[in-house]
């Protein structure tokens, strides 16, 4: 079996700063919402061992990929780009079947940065989440994907963006991003 990606403080900020919250206030936390967190964690231990749930899902692609974990550990920069790309895009099994279906993977903004997290194998989706809504397309590429160093020195890019080496990386392995204009 593939070794899939995992961080031990995926769905803990929430639930974390709710008990906090409890306490500061004197209140008994809810044992339905503390339960409704740990249903989401066993809900993804489920999934990592399900066949069905493996198929055609970038997620678990990203998450059993050695090379591409390593990149996203290795790199913060790296990290928040392929974060970025997966926001407000729509992706394609580089297939035939998946395409003549028209299947597509997606990710919410939150869901996104969750998917980093585990392939970092620390913090939550909060440590990614809208980490690129100060980006402007100011000081990137003239085709608005390639990032330039910013006055902190990072290459973190607008939610939606897809920088050549992501989706270069994304096609290596399988996946293609697919365009959802509307006509």
Known sequence: MKKIAKSPDRNTFQKNNYLERCKKEGKEPSQDYLDMWDN??????????NPEWQKNNMEFDMRSCDWICK???????YAQ????????????KLEVIPILKEERWSA??????GIIADMREEGDYIDWYCSGIGSTEEGYGLDGHQPTLDEDGRTYVSESVITDEIREDLKKLGWIPVDCEED
């Open 71 to 77: 990149k996203v550990k290795e790199s913060e920069n």
């Open 108 to 113: 919410s903004w939150r869901y996104s940065g």
């Open 40 to 49: 989401w964690k066993q809900k993804d231990n489920d999934n990592l061992v």
């Open 81 to 92: 780009n392929l974060y970025a790309a997966m926001c407000n895009n729509e992706f394609q």
